[in-house]
């Protein structure tokens, strides 16, 4: 995960934001509805945003199946379909502006599937 710049504040805990982020998808609420128990809404717009623009994402998806990989669990039959990303609200409803945070939201939602099925897998 990034690491804020020296001259910033420090980031609140990254599990409890990239939760606010999932909420907020899952449920199709506005960024403004996200609970301040996931913190300031504003604060995880602006990360789910920098880490759109970073390609956080990407990399965080691509280190999960990396992982998967070398355990000997990766199934590249597994497949996301598209039924399964339009449970999330948010995604389904294209409630995004821009590509780039569209795109975003399906890789979140598309790794988070992806750890609950090798988790499901695991037990």
């Known amino acids: 995960m990034p690491v804020p710049a020296r001259r910033s504040r420090p980031w609140t805990d990254h599990r409890l934001a990239v939760e606010g982020m999932a909420w907020k998808y899952r449920t199709g ?19 789910f945003a920098r880490w759109a623009e970073d390609g956080t994402w990407d990399k965080l998806l691509t280190e999960v199946q990396k992982q998967s990989d070398r355990v000997g ?16 609200r948010g995604i389904a409803m294209r409630s995004d502006k821009t590509a780039r945070a569209y795109r975003a939201a399906i890789v979140l939602a598309a790794t ?12």
């Open 29 to 47: 609420a506005t960024w403004r509805d996200v609970p301040e128990r996931f913190g300031k809404w504003n604060s995880i717009y602006k990360r």
């Open 73 to 88: 669990k990766l199934d590249w039959v597994l497949s996301i379909d598209f039924n399964k990303l339009k449970q999330w």
């Open 112 to 123: 988070l599937i992806w750890i609950k099925t090798d988790l499901v897998r695991a037990g």
